[in-house]
């Protein structure tokens, strides 16, 4: 098959400014300019309230990054030195970031091999590992929903929740997504997103919320939003925060791209859906556990081995196919990284190695649809004929 006319881009930033209107960005930044609150205005403060709907979720705060709305949480249930907080290995490094930068000990936990997110025994064998030696406060689980699909959260919770740990949720990838009926921002003990204009909700720039229903929570990260402020006095600063406000500017883009996020999301569900039936079987595909739906940030496939996988990155990029490896190194094998590197991940570390991701964004036309699946089934079908 012929490459067809249409782009064909890993991830697309820009068709949905032709579907909503250009004129209303336009219209949404002017009101901005004349009002002048640029940062943390009206815009910011009906973005929390439009999030907080859209996931059914008690607040949102909504921040300048998906890594500040990941070290916000933290920060609000006071992890630091000491405290060990257990997090999947297959992510971003924000993930693992974010408690080391608090000066906790990440605890590295393994992926399930169909799902690629956290693996709860594997949860519980780290657990076990860290009670026995005795020196760490068991303190909190972050759980990745890897690529937009959410984990096994009943799971998770419980295991967490027994020994008195937190779960945060980090829903970089899969704002949007639903378990069990329960949209991401609501599952777990709170939930962190980003709004970089990779992920599922896009906006054209930095940007991140945190999801929670406690008021406690919420007023504590308001807080520590901006440098750890006392609510009465605004130069009594009460404890130690961040600068992590996010711009008016930014809020608009999210409202007006929150208008058309759940045609988005339908729209990723059907492209996924035409990847998972008509993909050759040499590919490994992730499964999304029963009454869940991922926010198919990515969709990823492995390889049955890294030879091939080094092969189709190259056989897919001299077809003019953008594909990448999301992720090709573990954070525990990444050097900041290498002194918690104390467990062994097989899971984890086989996945990094096969990996490969395709593209997959609301827009990505039939064609390119066809011409993609066309291209990837006829490699497996060399590698089958060689392995036959
Ligand atoms: C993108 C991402 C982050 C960080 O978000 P930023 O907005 O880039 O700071 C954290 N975790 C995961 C899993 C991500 O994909």
Known sequence: M?????????????????????????????????????????????????LAEFSKAGYCVTCSSGTDALILPLMAWGVKEGDAVFVSSFTFVASAEAPAILGATPV??????????????????????????????????????????????????????????????????????????????NIADMTSTSFYP?????????????????????????????????????????????NARMDSFQAAVLLLKLTVLEQELIEREKVAQRYNNELSSYFGKQKVLDNCKSARALYTVTCANNEDREELLSFLKENGIPCGAYYPRPVNTQTAYQKWNTRSLPVCEKLSKTVLSIPMHPYLTKEAQDYVISKMNEFAAKKNSKAA
């Open 108 to 185: 590295f936990v393994d992926s399930d091999p169909e799902t690629w997110d956290m693996d709860p025994k594997d949860l519980e064998r780290a657990i076990d590992a860290v009670k026995k030696e005795g020196k760490l406060n068991l303190k909190a689980v972050i759980a990745v929903d890897i690529f937009g699909n959410p984990c096994d959260y009943d799971e998770i919770k419980r295991i967490a929740h027994k020994h008195g740990m937190k779960v945060l949720s980090d829903s970089a990838q899969g704002y949007g997504s639903e378990y069990k009926g329960v949209r991401s921002g």
């Open 198 to 242: 990779t992920k599922p909700l896009a906006g054209y720039g930095d940007g991140g919320a945190v999801f929670t229903n406690s008021e406690a929570e919420r007023d504590l990260m308001v807080s520590c939003r901006v440098h750890g402020m006392s609510p009465e006095d605004h130069y009594d600063n009460v404890r130690m925060g961040l």
């Open 2 to 50: 012929n490459k067809p006319d249409c782009p064909i881009n890993l991830f697309d930033v820009q068709s949905s400014q032709k579907v909503i209107g250009q004129e209303k960005f336009l219209k949404a930044f002017e009101k901005i300019l004349n009002h002048g609150g640029y940062c943390q205005g009206p815009e910011t403060k009906e973005l929390d309230a439009k």
